[in-house]
């Protein structure tokens, strides 16, 4: 089954602690995405890589990091200097070349306790 | 800032009758367009994309495109309480990367 898979479902983090989300895809997609949503709001663009061992800022990058070592692989990690990381996390995929839609994962739901 | 406006609803209507969303965007360069629908809880699915003038449909969706006025739409035939969700409009900027707008709730009663 090709898809995009993001672990884990949920997650906890006490104030001050780092957390990395994961987001692996089968696609051979290109270009990978991270957004943010929070309720009642659109989706935000937190960081983007067109290609492996290259990304770029989004919208919202202050407080986050990503790395892409391999085109399957995207993690995100929230870090302590992110004020507000409460949200819906979603990963996303594309191919690359033309402007074409993007292919999420299910989700990770962020809560800071 | 390159914007993506939709209206924020909750847009009702009965089942069996047509359900009609819009989207207006900002950047005249914009070449590409999409509608996801997302469940509460869940995360957004593609349901119709669009790239040229007029109208394209899928089943019981229609989108409907006009560069000129910079607006896009999506009508749903016959709708269905299980259409009940968010529907998002998505454009894709001139780099290439998408934005979103903040979505349409549409409740569809039985």
């Known amino acids: 089954d090709g898809g995009i898979t993001q672990s884990p479902k949920y997650l906890f983090r006490k104030e001050g602690q780092n957390v990395t989300l994961s987001c692996e895809q089968n696609l051979n997609h290109d270009a990978m995405y991270w957004y943010r949503q929070d309720p009642g709001q659109g989706l935000r663009l937190i960081y983007y890589?067109?290609?492996?061992?290259?990304?770029q800022k989004g919208d919202i990058a202050e407080g986050y990091s990503v790395s892409r070592e391999k085109k399957e692989s995207f993690p995100l990690t929230v870090t302590s200097a992110q004020k507000n990381p409460t949200a819906f996390y979603l990963c996303?995929?594309?191919?690359?070349?033309?402007?074409?839609?993007?292919?999420f994962g299910q989700g990770t739901r962020l809560t800071v306790v | 800032q390159k914007e993506v406006e939709q209206n924020s609803g909750p847009l009702s209507v009965p089942e069996g009758a047509i359900a009609s969303l819009n989207c207006t965007y900002s950047d005249r360069g914009s070449q590409s367009f999409f509608w996801y629908r997302q469940y509460s809880g869940k995360s957004p699915e593609l349901i119709m994309s669009?790239?040229?003038?007029g109208d394209k449909e899928d089943g019981r969706f229609t989108a409907q495109l006009n560069k000129a006025s910079q607006y896009v739409s999506l009508l749903i035939r016959d709708s269905q309480p299980s259409d009940s969700a968010t529907y998002l409009c998505a454009v894709t900027e001139s780099q290439g990367n998408l934005i979103f707008g903040k979505g349409t709730k549409l409740s569809v009663k039985p």
């Open positions: 996303a995929s594309s191919p690359s070349g033309t402007p074409s839609a993007a292919f």
């Open positions: 890589s067109q290609i492996v061992n290259d990304f």
């Open positions: 669009i790239y040229s003038n």
